[in-house]
């Protein structure tokens, strides 16, 4: 993005240098439609220079947790300036809002972002300022906790990622060696991670109560802006995922069980290859990765291909796990520069490809929308950002030759990637559930988390793998689960784009050329559309009914069997 606004060698070191320009802004008058539409590119302009800012501070944080200097320099962030801009950002949305020409603005262009900036009027209250800036430090709490967490094996101190590719080895002793490593190691940090989350349920519920809500779930469904479903259909979602998703993963549970000849299918035999068969080694380096990646989305479309290789070469890409690296994986749009960051903890296994595949379709995602006017119509509601990433996954499948050159390698790849399709819908659903008990219940206690948790672990858990004498392990399963501490609620959208995935997958299998010209058409719109309305762009249906649910799990059924 090129600047107009602000002069080029424009940086933020403290608030005085934002404040005049937001002054400005705030009283700056506007005597035309012109006028709001120019005074709006320009409000946009500081938006994406504050947003570049912030993200900055974020990504180098979390590539380096042990540097107290980068952990300084994201608090400042968050305490100094931040707060400053709430304020600011609610003047700036009413003075829009309360504007005499914004009726003037075309409503198939401007009607979405107006509808999002009248709810951040609406859900606006100056004692909540404090409080999100105390949440925001709070929640950087669990990477710092996580990046923490090692295990020593053969004289090697290792993260849990590393150490999780045990799993997959054929040795079961030793699988069963490490899996009491990790969840000892797990255990060390379960009271501190705990107490945590304890205080980031009463921050939040503080919050909603400030707003008006009976409960942090009502507050956080209006505040994610979710216009176009309403809390019965996440109910809905989980009763079809434990109706018709639920019985097909236990069916592969049982085969698993009976081809390894196992009596007793302990959790250290999850993810062992039946055959007996080392883990899949699609790649070797974080450089490796990205080339093959490159390789394999130009098959898919040369311009998805582009977008990696311009990452690379600015420096957007930090792959590789290592010691004192936050954990997880995500691509981190830059709103100024409008090239993003993917940040992941690859060791070199099959999953690490996909994670890389789908951090690639955000990326992509980005790209497509860098044309946009503004920087809040880049700014895609997660049911959507997801469906762009996993679609990536399944439509990429089909081209993974890049990566695994033994027919019987890729086959397995594939049959891997439905499966984890599958398993991964209950997960979701178990957490969105998890987050929907919890904060319509901010003052429970510890152990009656535990046995809510228990509880709908057994809903959507098939019963197939032991966990006797395991029970310590299970109830705190769901601190491993990141969204549950930095961003609440931000999870059924996955399932939810899963689902579209695989429509979108179906689709590239009967029309690839029609299928990716929808993908791309839809994902050049932004958020300047309905989520309906995107998702019928990219040629699905924006649906989890138990019978779309059905129609897809079959359909992937058949795929899995054909393979």
């Excluded at 300084?72 to 304020?87: A, D, K, L, M, Y």
């Excluded at 069916?251 to 007996?276: F, H, I, Q, T």
């Excluded at 989305?297 to 957007?316: G, H, L, Q, W």
């Excluded at 010209?517 to 924006?542: D, H, M, R, S, V």
């Amino acid at each position: 993005m090129q600047r107009h606004y602000l002069s080029s060698d424009f940086k933020i070191q403290t608030w005085d240098d934002l404040k005049p320009l937001l002054e400005e802004l705030k009283n700056r008058t506007l005597n035309s439609a012109a006028d709001l539409k120019q005074w709006m590119k320009d409000h946009s302009e500081v938006e994406a220079v504050i947003s570049e800012d912030g993200a900055w501070r974020y990504i180098k944080m979390t590539c380096d947790t042990q540097d107290e200097k980068l952990q300084n320099g994201f608090n400042f962030f968050v305490t100094e300036i931040e707060p400053h801009i709430s304020p600011y950002g609610n003047d700036l949305n009413k003075k829009l809002i309360d504007c005499k020409y914004v009726d003037e603005l075309e409503k198939d262009m401007y009607f979405v972002y107006v509808r999002g900036v009248k709810k951040s009027i609406e859900l606006y209250r100056e004692e909540n300022i404090a409080l999100n800036t105390e949440l925001r430090q709070k929640e950087q709490e669990f990477g710092t906790i996580s990046a923490a967490q090692t295990i020593t094996h053969s004289g090697e101190e290792m993260t849990m990622q590393k150490a999780a590719t045990y799993f997959k080895n054929n040795d079961r002793a030793l699988r069963e060696k490490i899996y009491y490593q990790i969840q000892d190691r797990k255990g060390v940090d379960e009271t501190k991670l705990n107490d945590l989350y304890t205080e980031l349920i009463m921050l939040r519920n503080k919050v909603a109560v400030n707003t008006g809500f009976s409960n942090y779930r009502d507050y956080k469904h209006e505040e994610l802006g979710r216009f176009d479903y309403k809390v019965k259909d996440c109910y809905d979602f989980q009763d079809a995922i434990q109706k018709h998703i639920v019985p097909l993963v236990s069916e592969n549970e049982k085969a698993r069980k009976r081809v390894l000849n196992l009596d007793v299918y302990r959790p250290w035999d999850k993810e062992v290859d039946v055959d007996g068969k080392t883990p899949l080694k699609p790649f070797t380096t974080g450089a490796d990765l990205t080339a093959k990646t490159i390789e394999c989305f130009n098959e898919v479309d040369p311009y998805f291909a582009e977008c990696i290789s311009t990452m690379r070469d600015m420096k957007r890409l930090d792959l590789e796990s290592r010691i004192g690296k936050a954990p997880g994986g995500y691509n981190y749009p830059l709103m100024e520069t409008d090239v993003p960051f993917i940040f992941m903890n690859a060791v070199g296994l099959h999953r690490d490809m996909v994670t890389m595949v789908h951090e690639g379709g955000h990326a992509v995602h980005a790209f497509l929308a860098a044309n946009l006017e503004l920087t809040e119509f880049k700014s895609t509601p997660s049911e959507v950002a997801e469906l762009a990433s996993m679609s990536m996954e399944l439509i990429s499948m089909e081209h993974w030759h890049s990566f695994f050159e033994n027919k019987e390698d890729l086959k397995r790849a594939k049959k891997e990637q439905l499966d984890s399709v599958l398993k991964g819908l209950p997960w979701i659903a178990s957490i969105d559930k998890f987050q929907h008990w919890i904060y319509t219940h901010p003052k429970h206690t510890v152990p009656e988390r535990y046995d809510a948790w228990m509880a709908i672990s057994k809903d959507f858990g098939t019963g197939v793998v032991d966990y006797t004498g395991l029970e310590n392990n299970v109830k705190r399963s769901w601190q491993s689960q990141l969204h549950l501490y930095e961003v609440p609620f931000y999870y059924i959208e996955y399932g939810m784009a899963q689902l579209g995935a695989i429509a979108m997958w179906r689709n590239y299998k009967q029309n690839p050329k029609q299928a990716l010209q929808n993908y791309k058409k839809a994902l050049a719109l932004g958020y300047t559309k309905t989520i309906p309305e995107l998702y019928k762009a990219a040629g699905i249906k924006f649906d989890f009914s138990p019978d779309y649910v059905k129609e897809l799990a079959d359909f992937v059924k058949a795929e899995y069997e054909a393979l």
